[in-house]
């Protein structure tokens, strides 16, 4: 991805990251379990590694920069572990192969990531680059770098 910031980045990766849980759950729906599981492990990996380059990158540099640290970004940790759990149970529902678990964890992810996305989109991400100012072109390298670690 080429973009000139990590707001932007982070916010293509939000939209693809609904895509593939948009095609798994389709493909849950239509009982092809075989690219349902792969679509669910490109995902998990993918959400974990989009997780893992805000908490390990771009929370810490929201909390230094402005000095919440029990704030927005603890509300969106707790978001990243409820989402995590979610996850395990739409896994366990795809390799399982029940399309009832698939529904409705997939639905309730969707609801969250959603919510969550946005919070993150409108607030979080405007306000970090704004104090990130001169840094923003390495606070983006190193974010990019952690989310396209394998
Ligand atoms: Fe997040
Ligand atoms: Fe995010």
Known sequence: MTTSSFDKYLMADHRACDQQLG???????AGDWAAARSSSQALQHDVLAHFAA????????????TGMRGGPTQVMRMEHEEARLLLEDLLAAVFGQDAD?????GEALL???QQHNMKEENILYPTALAYAGSSAPELTAQIIQRREAV
């Open 23 to 29: 095609a798994l759950r389709k493909q849950a729906g």
């Open 54 to 65: 805000e908490e390990d990158v771009l929370f810490p540099a929201f909390e230094a920069s």
């Open 101 to 105: 678990g698939v529904r409705g964890h």
């Open 111 to 113: 609801i969250l990531l």
